[in-house]
Each structure stands twice: as C-alpha cells, then as structure tokens.
C-alpha cells in the first residue's frame, strides 16, 4: 500500500534562517506532489505541485520554493525565513494521470521567531 | 481557489444522532470530490470520495450525496461518536484538467455534544 512520510513533525526556527521540509512517498510510481500551507483555523492553500522529477509549478509568490530530485521526494525550502511563513505544512500525493486519491502526510508545524 | 477561507463554521450535535455537513462548489468543471476529516494538529484524512457519475456513495457510516444540478456536496455521519468531531473539508478538482491540486472548501467544526 502507499504511505507517505513528511518529517520534521515540528519546528522553531529564526527570522532569516533556512528550511528543509521533506516528504517522500512509497508504493507508487510518478505520483503527483503537492505542497500546502494552512494557517490556524482555516482552509489549505497549494503552494507547488510536481508532475514529474524536476518539475514544479508555483500556485502562489513567496518565500519559499520547492524542488522534486527524486520520482517520489518532495522538498519544500526558503533561503531565509519570515515570520509570516509560520503556519502547518502538509505534503500530498495523487495518482497520475487522473488526479485521483489525494493522501495528506501528517505535516509539519512551523513557527518562525 | 478557495483555499484561506474566513473562521470555521461549527456544527454542534448531540452524541447518537446523524450529522450533515453541506458543501457548495463553483468550478462546473469539477469532476472528482473528496470529504476529509481533520483532527487538531494532524494532516487531513480522506474519508470518501465521489466521482460525477454518481449522485451518492456510502462507506462505513458516511455517506456522500452529490447534486450537480446546484453543485452541492453534503456529508452525512450516521450515529455520530466522541472520534467524530474534527474539522471537515470537502474538496474538488477536475481530474482531466491536470495537476493542479484540489479546491478546498471552509471547512466545518463538528462537535459532538455527550
């Protein structure tokens, strides 16, 4: 079966500093990868989506970019953060093509001091 | 899409009874649906799903009905539980229109009275 891994679970970190978030996924080939942000009590906005290895499509400009260097990893990074860029992370995959059975990793809580 | 929406509504129900939680969507293009339940400080889990050749689909006490008509989704939650109450989203996407992600609706707090 598919599983899907996202780690850190959470993270403090300063103003200016970097970031790493990592998702990967097993059981399935040339998924679709997804990142999304959701601040405190409100809906999921998709920040990137992958369709393929090197391929990334930005939903919104900010700080942040994305990067997919395998078929089934994700990588969500800013070269110095904001505070603004506080809020839960989550990776997702679907199945390609198709669009089909969207599966939410367990996120990763940020918080930028 | 309608993905920062404003604060949650709620939905407050009795322990025992049926809850029904209601969606409306925009896109006429949207061909796949998905219902997923949040619990606090966890990913969205994926309860059921819909695809537009269908008017209703039922799991293990969900069940999902469609109108395309006036593009509404609904939720229902047959004899609700403590483990029941979370934030729920549905969400659409078009599955022909590539890898765009879906469009989540506001979501809604359910919240099981004892």
């Known amino acids: 079966s598919q599983t899907i891994h996202q780690w850190p679970a959470t993270l403090v970190q300063p103003v200016g500093s970097p970031l790493s978030l990592e998702c990967t996924v097993e059981?399935?080939?040339?998924?679709?990868l997804y990142w999304y942000r959701q601040a405190a009590g409100r809906g999921l906005q998709l920040l990137f989506y992958?369709?393929?290895?090197?391929?990334i499509s930005s939903e919104v400009p900010q700080n942040l970019s994305a990067s997919r260097p395998q078929d089934r990893q994700f990588i969500l990074s800013s070269k110095k953060l904001l505070l603004s860029d506080s809020g839960f992370y989550l990776c997702?995959?679907?199945?390609?093509?198709?669009?089909?059975?969207?599966?939410f990793g367990s996120g990763t809580r940020l918080t930028v001091v | 899409g309608e993905s920062v929406g404003l604060h949650l509504p709620t939905l407050s129900v009795q322990e025992g009874d049926n809850s029904i939680i209601n969606c409306a969507y925009s896109?006429?293009?949207?061909?796949?649906f998905i219902w997923y339940k949040q619990e606090s400080g966890k990913g969205p889990q994926f309860i059921i799903d819909?695809?537009?050749?269908?008017d209703k689909r039922q799991g293990q006490r969900v069940t999902v009905l469609l109108n395309k008509t006036v593009k509404h989704l609904s939720l229902q939650i047959a004899a609700t539980q403590p483990g029941d109450s979370a934030v729920y989203f549905c969400?659409?996407?078009?599955?022909?229109?590539?890898?765009?992600?879906?469009?989540f609706g506001k979501g809604t707090h359910l919240i099981i009275q004892p």
């Open positions: 969400a659409e996407t078009h599955s022909g229109g590539g890898a765009d992600g879906l469009t």
């Open positions: 997702a995959w679907s199945v390609f093509p198709g669009n089909y059975g969207y599966t």
């Open positions: 896109n006429s293009a949207s061909d796949y």
């Open positions: 059981g399935t080939s040339n998924p679709n």
């Open positions: 819909i695809r537009s050749n269908m």
């Open positions: 992958s369709v393929g290895i090197g391929q």
